[in-house]
């Protein structure tokens, strides 16, 4: 049996850790280059189980009030499954767009595409801006327009 004066000792010395406050950033990285960021403030009570919590994410930086970590998503970005188009630039290249081609911002620029292998729908298809709706139709895109690749000329 622990007597009173044990249990007041252990009380003060649990009094003493006060739980720790920091800024924790949640960095997401997605197939398609895109990234997020989240800031969440954490209470840390334990630390055992503050880094059981991220276990999955990746340490980046750490400092007194503030960590970083990353996690890569296998899947496309929000963004994109918002708004994303595949299209073609005005140098020939296969793009995303955020929106329709010639109207929207670029996102990310791919390959350049010999028009000249291009079917004439394929063509059309890439002006008008091809929607991305998941990953499986990102990756479809991109297989099938690789085959269409301008390739370099290697001088002698």
């Known amino acids: 049996m622990v007597s009173a004066e044990a249990k007041n000792d252990q009380t003060k010395e649990t009094l003493q850790f006060e739980p720790l406050e920091v800024q924790v950033v ?3 990285m ?3 280059g895109e990234f997020s960021q989240e800031t969440v403030k954490e209470t840390i009570w ?3 189980d503050f880094w059981a919590k991220y276990d999955s994410w990746q340490l980046i930086d750490m400092t007194e009030d503030k960590v970083v970590f990353r996690e890569f998503v296998d899947d ?3 963004l994109l499954k918002a708004n994303g188009y595949f299209g073609i630039n005005n140098d020939g290249a296969l793009t995303i767009f955020n ?3 010639q109207t929207s911002k670029i996102i990310h620029t791919f390959f350049q595409l010999d028009i000249g292998k291009l079917e004439s729908k394929k063509h059309e298809e890439l002006k008008k801006g091809i929607p991305i709706k998941d990953k499986h139709h990102y990756v479809e895109v991109l297989e099938t327009f690789k085959d269409f690749t301008l390739e370099e000329k290697v001088a002698n």
């Open 26 to 28: 949640l960095e997401r």
């Open 30 to 32: 997605y197939l398609d």
């Open 46 to 48: 334990s630390m055992e």
């Open 76 to 78: 496309i970005s929000p």
């Open 99 to 101: 929106g329709k081609p």
